[in-house]
């Protein structure tokens, strides 16, 4: 059994289990480890702390009567599980596009998943069409956005107190776009260049949304060295006026009788525009220019082939 396919037991074993799970009762349960007991501690510790590196929450809990000393492992569903954000069908359907597509590289896509309730193919996910590098603070500042949580780390010897609004992927490296409480104004942090650990503060909603400004910063799809072109995005009316909140009124071209809007959109990353389209799915098209067009059907059939 491939050592993947053993944490994944593992951890469903302690997510599932009612009570604290004594050593002798996991490997009574658990295949894939070896029957003396001494080879399955020496394995179950190393996967134990693996899971632990990864930021799983495996605790270690009374078993019965705290008087007997025996002692068992869980993982609390309460610390484990992301809040739910409240995708609908269509959007967790694109999230499960969107993960077949983009491999996140040092985080464990297919697990993520499953905790925002997509589903995964028994065979596991397509190959990857492109990749990301992880970083260590995506997961508590992706439920420090969702929650509208304040965080404080350390920057540039600093401590920091911050409102984050947004994380985005530029030139080969994540950043946070957050309102700075000290400084009283938007800043942009590199998360490779964080000194500490992020961590959440405050009560939840403690803030609004992005801030007026935010969607002025340069969007991913201009962030390349590829040829510049004007892009001709038609949204249909359910998602129009988002799609004109994000990118600006100034990039309006045509409202339309039946609500939907014709957007020009700047780009020269091309791999980045097609990642926003995919997220509008059907209710989105590229009107032009055609080679444009071309260029994302093609990208679109070959996702479909993988």
Known sequence: MH???????????????ERPLTVDQLRDRLPGYADDKATFRRAFERDKETLRDLGVPIALEPVGSADAGVEGYRIPKEAYYLRDPGLAPDELAALHLAASAVRL???????????LGGDVAEGGPAPALAALPGADHLAPLFAAISARQRVVFTYRGRARSVAPHLLSFRNGHWYLVAADDAAGEQRSYRLDRLESEVAATGPEGAFAGRPPGAAARPQPWELGGGEPVAARLLV????????????GRQAVEEWRADGSVVLTVPVTNRDAFRSFVLGFLDHAEVLGPPELRADMVAWLEALCRG
């Open 3 to 17: 050592r993947l396919e053993r944490l994944i037991n593992l951890v469903a074993a302690l997510l599932d289990a």
């Open 105 to 115: 590289e040092g985080a464990n896509g297919v697990e993520a998943l499953w905790k």
């Open 236 to 247: 249909d009316a359910g998602q129009a006026g988002w799609a004109v909140g994000h990118l």
